[in-house]
């Protein structure tokens, strides 16, 4: 198949690594608009994500068969709707609907969705500008610690938990009246604190059947032991100790199937895959969060131990026969440790050199923000790479992703050393 994928970051990476690595050259892979990693297992092609003009114009030249959205944006502002026009329609088009997507793009969306089809989650409330003080009576005897989320998209950085009820409050305002988040905390939900362990699981769906891809436990805070500020992820590992059979049966039961059956019920079109955020309350699921894509840095262990080429997946999603396939998952332990520049989550520079890149043996290096500049690798954005490594344990893994990135430099280069510390 001809396929456009669409993204940047790591992620995308290692989407792309999986297609032209499972089966070489069954698939001829394109990327709008890459990175210099997707550039070793594809073409790249300088169109915006966004730019829906110009990537249908680009399938219809280049007779692309599927097209599969890496990051959210694209879905939130309608790619899948775009490709349901009478020219572009026959593409296979791996995304939800712009109304689908809402599970990442409204968190409010989200827990209605999980409230009417009784999935577990963690109660709430919602408020406006007009419900103002309304909102600061209700925090004002809220149980500690109170957890504020921005309801729409704010690059991973819309969700504050506050310890006290003047830090909650005062966050309140930042988010609804002083527009912390710009469009994004137009709206807030205040939700109950729920207390666990965290851990993602990933399906592929066609809105009525699914399939289960391997989970992935990933680590948010810049710092060691999980303290400092959340970042896009410092790193993931698969698979994740505490999910065993019976949890997991308990995940399909309790959210996987009742978020199936859910779309089919609204008649949602979704065709993609779903990023479910959980949390382990005792021995019980609770869903976080959804997201309408794959996570990232989770892609970057998921697609290592996935054997299956995802593109095939992805087509039997579209031809409804995900009841014949059997996903085959590597047994050992993947690992992966992301690089970052100096200053991130905060204020970093770019533009500086890369080395060591060639020299590696031992992990597979997933590009994130990079670029190449005169034939030279260099820093392009906060999170900048990862080494993803396999290992008989989490330990043996981990250790080899740090061997590998204590090869490469760049300038203000920092990683976590603890990913995978609460199993170690």
């Not at 396929?3 to 070489?24: F, Q």
């Not at 001829?28 to 990175?35: H, R």
């Not at 280049?62 to 899948?80: F, H, S």
């Not at 014949?324 to 770019?350: I, L, Q």
């Amino acid at each position: 198949m001809k396929i456009l994928l669409l993204g940047s970051g790591g992620r995308e990476h290692a989407l792309a690594w999986n297609i032209t690595e499972r089966e070489k050259g069954k698939h001829e892979l394109f990327i709008a608009p890459g990175n210099p990693g997707t550039a070793q297992c594809g073409t790249n092609v300088p169109i915006s994500i966004t730019d829906f003009e110009a990537l249908g114009k680009f399938c219809l030249d280049n007779n692309i068969e599927m097209v599969i959205a890496g990051p959210e944006e694209p879905l939130v502002k309608g790619a899948w709707d775009h490709f349901q026009k009478d020219e572009l329609k026959h593409i296979y088009f791996i995304g939800p609907s712009q109304f689908g997507a809402q599970l990442e793009g409204s968190k409010s969306f989200a827990k209605a969705f999980m409230q009417r089809h009784d999935i577990p989650t963690a109660s709430y409330r919602e408020f406006t500008e007009d419900q103002f003080e309304e909102g600061i009576a209700y925090l004002k005897q809220h149980p500690l610690p109170i957890v504020l989320k921005a309801d729409g998209l704010a690059a991973g950085k819309g969700v504050v938990i506050c310890e006290s009820h003047d830090d909650a409050i005062a966050e309140f305002e930042n988010m609804l009246m002083k527009a912390k988040f710009g469009e994004a905390s137009k709206k807030v939900v205040v939700e109950q604190f729920l207390s666990g362990i965290e851990m993602s699981v990933f399906i592929l769906t066609n809105g009525k059947e699914y399939i289960l891809l391997p989970e992935a436990k990933d680590y948010k805070r810049v710092g060691e032991k999980d303290t400092g500020l959340n970042t896009g992820g410092m790193g993931a590992v698969s698979p994740v100790p505490f999910a065993n059979e019976a949890f997991m049966q308990k995940v399909k039961t309790k959210i996987i199937e009742p978020t199936v059956k859910g779309l089919q019920k609204e008649d949602i079109n979704y065709t993609g895959f779903i990023f479910i955020g959980l949390i382990k309350v005792d021995e019980e699921p609770y869903v976080i969060e959804y997201n309408c894509r794959m996570g990232d840095p989770e892609t970057e262990v998921v697609m290592p131990r996935l054997k299956n080429n995802i593109a095939d997946l992805c087509a039997a999603a579209v031809e409804q026969r995900l009841k014949e396939v059997k996903v085959e998952t590597d047994e050992r332990c993947a690992v992966t440790v992301v690089a970052v520049s100096g200053g991130y989550p905060g204020s970093f520079e770019k533009g500086y050199k890369i080395e060591g890149l060639d020299a590696v043996k031992d992990s597979i290096i997933f590009h994130a923000g990079t670029k190449a500049n005169d034939g030279q690798i260099v820093t392009n954005g906060g999170r900048v790479l990862c080494a993803t490594s396999f290992g008989n344990t989490i330990q043996e893994a981990v250790d080899k992703s740090k061997l590998t990135l204590s090869g490469i430099k760049f300038d203000d280069m920092y990683y976590r050393k603890d990913i995978g510390y609460e199993f170690l």
